[in-house]
């Protein structure tokens, strides 16, 4: 009895979602791609739901130049509004990227910004007129935030989270949001509710990436101008990586992570690693933007956990001089070849090494740094311990009351453990004040960090392995993002991995690259993951802009399309 409480919360959510999508935005079933067709990001410009000016604004500007064209009267906020929308359900019938579809209120919002602009002759905010999705997990008034478990549908939520609110006062038009694993605990989106949301660069042999893999793939669509996820272990970065865009995972006391719905007890994560806050873009530009917005928003006045610190963003000094240092040849960048515990596969080997040789070339210094000596091996295995020192009961209770199953990825995973004692969660804590205290040596000699987003490349989905590179700057509370630096080329494919199997996750990585598997990485994107010091947001995007100022000044390169 139990389990048909759960498919008919699927049924009735599905069918929400369907009648929210005009029946002319539908793709025609002669213009749906066929099995063959692994890559989808071109349909929305060919499947006709779009007219050509509709496919010029989605294809064309980035956010800070929409937004001026708006500004301008070039374009009304509702016929933008109206493209992206288009874009983000013929997405959502492609790869299943949405939860919410709120079209309406988005046009409803788009005419009063119309409306603003007409009045007064300026634009509301800096985001005037500009669709921007948010991850499902964001509390807005009057919609559900299910975060993939059915027993949190249809209670909608009775305010916005205060992000929500920061994004609407800056002029942004919020028109959906989007897909996420259940629970998010998982490094694929799939849940019961909305299903898998894949990849449109390849749906079949590579990860749409989790816990915000929605967003991740609705960028890559251009289903939104930008849209903002959570991170807590790569759930920012892994889809950015993943879907062939950038991504940047701030510090704690950024951008405010209150009014989110995570079907766990309030305040869990005061115990564990804290989430954060951080944008998904198809340009750097886009996440300077945001992060300017996110500065100009003053959120310590709403929420007691953000640092009240002004100009972090736009005026941090010596973090917006790194251009002069690289072209002085004064700058040093470390390099963390790998975690310590996981060989990286030879792709992986081989992108780090043609980086810092095209870095090299520019006269910038690269500084090894050892994982052992640095503290870095150490991380992976601590935040492991903080993930389940709250013991798991009540966010798998609230899963089984409607009789729902726990995905597959999460079934073998997700148990019910006693919470720690105090004494453990105290030795814990003491054990990250002196990795904390060691890994603060690498920043005396580097300017930022380069180290691997993951050990292997794209991977099949539910296939993904060693998140100690991307949890491991949670865990640290550094500044941490993904830039796109090439796609996986043939050469790549070639090599074997040597020396003896390190452990658990080593084996599972090396299973990577076995014959039937290495051949799906052809063509897959390739991303670094730039890492700046504690509370040094500007500096980590600054290396992130060198990075793909480097990368993007010579042509060529390894793989097709690939820019190293």
Known sequence: MASVVWETVRDRKLEE??????????????????????NV???????????????????????????????????????V???????????????????????????????????????????????????ISVKDTFDIKGVDSTVGISTLAFHPASQNAPLVDLLLAAGAVIHCKTNVPQSMLALDSVNNIFGRTLNPLNGKDWTAGG????????????????????????????????????????????????????????ASGKVGIEIVVGPIARCLDDIGLFMEVAEAGRMWEVDPEILHQEGWWTRPGEDMSMGEKMQQGKLRVGVLWEDGNVVPLPPIENMLRALTQRLQSRGIEIVPIDPHASGFSKCQGLANKFFSVEGGAHLLSLIESTGEPLIPWLATRLKRKQPATIDRFRALHAQKLELDTQMLKIWKDVDFV???????PVPPPDRWNAIGYTSAFVLLDYPAGVVQVGTVGVEDLKGEIEGDVRGEWDRVNRGL????????????????????????ERRCWEGMRIVEEVVRGEGGGRGKGARL
């Open 513 to 536: 690259w076995d014959e039937e598997v290495r051949g799906g990485y052809a063509g897959s994107p390739l991303a670094v993951q730039v890492v700046g010091p504690k509370g040094r």
């Open 211 to 266: 816990s915000s893999g929605g967003e991740g793939a609705l960028v890559a669509m251009r289903g939104c101008v930008m849209g903002v996820g959570t991170d807590v272990g790569g759930s920012v970065r892994i889809p950015a990586f993943v879907n062939g865009v950038v991504g940047l995972k701030p510090g704690k006391g950024r951008i405010s992570a209150m009014g989110m719905s995570t079907g766990q007890l309030n």
């Open 81 to 131: 509004t109206i493209a992206f929308c288009k874009r983000a359900a013929i997405s959502n019938q492609l790869l299943s990227t949405l939860t919410e579809a709120l079209f309406a209120s988005a046009l409803s919002r788009a005419s009063f910004l119309d409306d603003h602009l007409a009045r007064t002759g300026t634009p509301l905010g800096p985001l005037h007129g500009l669709p």
């Open 17 to 38: 979602q369907r009648s929210r999508i005009p029946q002319e935005w539908l793709i025609p079933a002669d213009k749906l791609p066929s099995e063959k067709d692994l």
């Open 450 to 456: 380069l180290c691997p987003v993951a050990p292997h």
């Open 41 to 79: 990001v071109h349909i929305p410009q060919t499947c006709g739901v779009l007219s050509p000016r509709e496919i010029h604004i989605t294809q064309t500007y980035n956010a800070r130049n929409l937004a001026v064209s708006i500004r301008n009267k070039k374009y009304t906020a509702v016929e």
